[in-house]
Nanobody, 117 residues
Framework: QVQVVESGGGLVQPGGSLRLSCAASGSISSFYGMGWYRQAPGNEREFVATTIIGGGTTHAESVKGRFTISRDSAKTVSLQMNSLKPEDTAVYYC????????????WGQGTQVTVSL
């Protein structure tokens, strides 16, 4: 069983920065893939960024140049968010893909990010 816990959300003004962290636990020594999705009210959950073991990263076009995902350890990942915009307001969810051929991802409960004056 894999447990996923996010932290670091909050309220920030436009142009500000936040750093989200995600820690996962489980019997596997390191997780193949970890990343972030977000969901704003009334919208579907959308991809934000992902990283796979070995260092490969992908970011959504909407956040490129502003957000940076990094694998801090075998079981932790962070998302540095700069130049935040009101449209970045959403619940941010961390996910874990345990191995390269895992059929299911594991998800955290989400952390709220609100960008507003």
């Amino acid at each position: 069983q894999v447990q996923v816990v996010e932290s670091g959300g909050g309220l920030v003004q436009p142009g500000g920065s936040l750093r989200l962290s995600c820690a996962a636990s489980g019997s596997i020594s390191s997780f193949y893939g970890m990343g972030w999705y977000r969901q704003a009210p009334g919208n579907e959950r959308e991809f934000v960024a992902t990283t796979i073991i070995g260092g490969g990263t992908t970011h959504a076009e909407s956040v490129k140049g502003r957000f940076t995902i990094s694998r801090d350890s075998a079981k932790t990942v962070s998302l540095q968010m700069n130049s935040l915009k009101p449209e970045d307001t959403a619940v941010y969810y961390c996910y874990v893909k345990p191995t390269w051929n895992s059929l299911n991802n594991y998800w955290g409960q989400g952390t709220q990010v609100t960008v507003s004056l």
